[in-house]
Nanobody, 122 residues
């Protein structure tokens, strides 16, 4: 079993900042990658940012220069620092973890968090 605990969402004014965090725990042998996705009403879920175990990052063009993803490998935690937020950033943000379970370390599984609402509005 794997558990993801997300926190940090909320309501913020345009231009403001929020920091999301996602802590993974459970039957995890190792984590290959962690990331954040978002889904706005009526739209498909999209990648916001991702980071590998080695620290390589990938960002959606719409958030480059404003969002920063980081991770603490010792705590199995990924963070998303969101600055200069815009109304179009409003969405439910989901944490994703790609990991190898103890029961079969040759297998790579995906696990999703429950989502946290981010609303950018004046």
């Amino acid at each position: 079993q794997v558990r993801l605990v997300e926190s940090g969402g909320g309501l913020v004014q345009p231009g403001g900042s929020l920091r999301l965090s996602c802590a993974a725990s459970g039957s995890i042998f190792s984590i290959d990658g962690m990331g954040w996705y978002r889904q706005a009403p009526g739209k498909q879920r999209e990648l916001v940012a991702a980071i590998t175990s080695g620290g390589t990052t990938n960002y959606a063009d719409s958030v480059k220069g404003r969002f920063t993803i980081s991770r603490d490998n010792g705590k199995n935690t990924v963070y998303l620092q969101m600055n200069s937020l815009k109304p179009e950033d409003t969405a439910v943000y989901y944490c994703n973890v790609r990991f190898r379970p103890f029961v079969d370390v040759t297998r790579v599984d995906d696990y999703w968090g429950q989502g946290t609402q981010v609303t950018v509005s004046s």
